[in-house]
């Protein structure tokens, strides 16, 4: 079983829709979270990172953390056809363990 | 421009030439990582160096080789490729283990 689960959708939305991508974790180790997305040709970039459960907002995107359920969130409001790309969840432990999700690719339509 | 570079960014090569992608970082970093990125699979890490002359396995180290003389270059090398190692590859930094990486824009390797 991989540490974290992503599901790698393709997710297809309209315009402004709200977009909801989750992960799911296994190791209780880990203590912080990141997103990041990926456009095609290009390197992962840093949305999101947080080290504690709640939500935490940046603009349009907010992150999702719950450690009970080991569950992360990322949402999307008012998405535009340029947030169109693949968004990796990611987990990090204090003993260095780092693990990346699978990726789920989200497409925008205009 | 604070900067990952990768080279080459593209590689088509046969079974058993040994080659070195190299990866160089303009932002003072400690923490530098190899990551390969397969369909399915997502990012998988297959060494990193939480600064210079320190390198440690990843979880898919095999086939692999890293060096850490210097703090900006680290290199990956593949001394004897195989087909399974044909992938894209990603080297990332961060101002030290834990911090935010910062990405380059990958190397995708074929191997015949």
């Known amino acids: 079983q991989k540490e974290v689960e992503q599901d790698p959708g393709p997710l297809s939305v309209p315009e402004g829709a709200i977009v909801s991508l989750n992960c799911t974790y296994s190791n209780s180790a880990f203590q912080y979270f990141m997103w990041y997305r990926q456009y095609s040709r290009k390197g992962p970039e840093l949305l999101m990172y947080t080290y504690s459960s709640g939500n935490k907002e940046d603009g349009r995107f907010t992150a999702q953390v719950d450690k009970s359920s080991k569950y992360i969130s990322l949402f999307i409001r008012d998405s535009q056809p340029s947030d169109s790309a693949t968004y990796l969840c990611?987990?990090?432990?204090?003993?260095?363990?780092?693990?990346f999700g699978a990726g789920t690719t989200v497409t925008v339509r205009a | 421009e604070a900067q990952v570079t990768q080279n080459p960014r593209y590689l088509i090569t046969v079974t058993g030439k040994k080659l070195t992608v190299t990866c160089s970082q303009n932002m003072n970093h400690e923490y530098m990582s190899w990551y390969r990125q397969d369909p399915g699979l997502g990012l998988r890490q297959i060494y990193y160096s939480m600064n210079v002359e320190v390198t440690d396995k990843g979880d898919v180290p095999e086939g692999y080789k890293v060096s850490r003389k210097e703090k900006r270059n680290f290199p990956l090398i593949l001394e004897s490729p195989s087909p399974n190692q044909t992938s894209l590859y990603f080297c990332?930094?961060?101002?030290?283990?834990?911090?935010?990486?910062?990405f380059g824009d990958g190397t995708r390797l074929s191997i015949l």
């Open positions: 990332a930094s961060s101002l030290a283990f834990g911090q935010p990486q910062h």
């Open positions: 990611a987990t990090l432990s204090n003993d260095y363990k780092l693990s």
